[in-house]
């Protein structure tokens, strides 16, 4: 399995040719994959404290915080990682890959019980952008993709491609004034960006 993600990361990563492909044993992704197999062996031998103190350590070496309950499938490479939370009853299935600042998490507190399916559940071959967050209970599809700083909330059918809102761009005769009010202006409450599906891909 260690192969499979080297193999893995080597394929994924662009950045990685000729001599430098040793690199990727300093990962951090894949520093934290390996950890949370131990931490998840452990937690389903229901040992105490050991499995949360190695996920502890790992997201302090590494800043990816995955919870030693949640089940991660074969081949799953987390590309720079810094920032990514994957929660207790999360599920990914093979060659899921993650880019920083993903969140497979949950709805909160108020809504969550314990013990229950609290976390997504995501299928085979999914891409989940920069800053994608999954939340609550929700399922995603085999080959779907989840772009950049998307908010998914329910779910998504296999081969769909979910994007978040992009940034207007002001023309450069606008930029200046436009610059000017908003520093002049209090700022409006901040309005959640909701991602739309774009329909599956072939």
């Known amino acids: 399995m260690i192969f499979d993600d080297l193999r893995t990361a080597c394929r994924k990563d662009p950045a990685l040719h000729g001599s430098r492909v040793i690199e ?7 520093w934290a994959i390996w950890s949370h197999r131990i931490a998840h062996r452990l937690h389903r031998w229901r ?4 499995p949360r103190l190695l996920s502890q350590l790992t997201r302090a070496l590494t800043g990816i915080e995955i919870h030693p ?7 799953c490479f987390i590309d720079h990682g810094m920032g990514v939370v994957i929660g207790e009853s999360a599920e990914l299935g093979d060659d899921v890959m993650l880019y920083h600042r993903v969140t497979l998490g949950g709805t909160g507190w108020w809504t969550d019980d314990k013990g229950s399916k609290r ?13 994608a967050t999954v939340l609550g209970p929700v399922r995603v599809g085999h080959d779907a993709v989840i772009g950049a700083h998307a908010l998914v909330l329910r779910d998504v059918p296999a081969h769909a491609t979910v994007r978040a ?12 004034a436009s610059t000017a009010a908003h520093i002049s202006a209090p700022a409006d409450p901040a309005t959640p960006h909701t991602a739309r599906t774009e329909g599956t891909r072939p």
Do not use: F, M, N
């Not at 976390?119 to 800053?131: A, C, E, I, K």
């Open 119 to 131: 976390h997504p559940t995501v299928g085979d071959r999914v891409v989940l952008g920069v800053g």
């Open 24 to 30: 990727v044993v300093l990962y951090p992704g894949l």
């Open 69 to 75: 309950g949640a089940a991660i499938g074969r081949r």
């Open 165 to 176: 809102p992009q940034a207007d761009i002001a023309p450069a005769d606008r930029a200046a």
């Open 47 to 50: 040992l105490p404290l050991l």
